[in-house]
């Protein structure tokens, strides 16, 4: 049972390059999440889905984008890196809930990115 | 906005001991509050689910409070191991949202042995 896997774990990148940060879960959740996590900061969200073929902005989504062509996968696009991404960031996914029954997040264990 | 304010110093106490978390939060009330144990160089896990209407709750070991009057959240910890070293993350729902979390950024816990 993988649960919710990132590749890749780690990466290196310069100012200007472009890559493809993936995520795959097995438990058919319907929504899933994009976050970054920079010390002292907490996870912020940058893009999230609430379905196939539907994405929406988060609180930090200037720079990247995402796509979600398949139910279980979830991508993350950065167009041209910045230093300022450097950061962890972490995908998760959930089951469809409402506000009378809400359902936790479940994270995979992130990918690290440095660019220099 | 809706603030989140988690101890940023760690917390250090003896085996055994009761560790207790704190987590405030500055804006609206949330309709439910969560409880996520981050180890490092892994993503966070779920432990604990408490709603607005429920004052209390526990599984095993753990114990949640949620005082919206305080606009607090407590985590306990009842006799404390080292491998509940971790840094433990508050999260509320976004307003109006079913799916939208807001995260503190965490206190980190070590037990002694």
């Known amino acids: 049972n993988a649960g919710v896997t990132q590749t890749p774990k780690f990466r290196v990148l310069k100012t200007g390059q472009s890559m493809t940060l993936l995520c795959a879960q097995d438990m058919n959740h319907e929504y899933m999440y994009w976050y970054r996590q920079d010390p002292g900061m907490g996870l912020r969200l940058i893009h999230y889905s609430v379905g196939e073929g539907t994405t929406a902005k988060g609180e930090v989504p200037d720079g990247y984008n995402v796509s979600r062509l398949k139910k279980q996968n979830f991508l993350l696009g950065l167009e041209s890196a910045a230093p300022s991404q450097t950061s962890v960031y972490f995908c998760?996914?959930?089951?469809?809930?409402?506000?009378?029954?809400?359902?936790?997040?479940?994270f995979g264990d992130g990918t690290r990115l440095s660019i220099l | 906005s809706q603030k989140i304010e988690q101890n940023s110093e760690a917390l250090n106490i003896q085996e055994g001991k009761t560790a207790t978390l704190t987590c405030n939060y500055t804006?609206?009330?949330?309709?439910?509050l969560q409880w996520y144990r981050q180890d490092p160089g892994r993503g966070p896990v779920f432990l604990l689910l408490i709603r607005e209407n429920e004052k209390e709750k526990r599984k095993e070991r753990l114990k949640v409070t949620f005082d919206t009057t305080l606009k607090q959240s407590l985590f306990h910890i009842t006799a404390s191991q080292p491998a509940d070293s971790a840094t433990y993350l508050c999260a509320l729902d976004e307003r109006d949202s079913s799916y939208k979390l807001i995260f503190g950024s965490g206190t980190r816990l070590l037990v002694r042995p």
């Open positions: 998760a996914s959930s089951r469809a809930g409402n506000r009378q029954s809400l359902q936790p997040q479940h």
């Open positions: 804006n609206y009330s949330p309709a439910y």
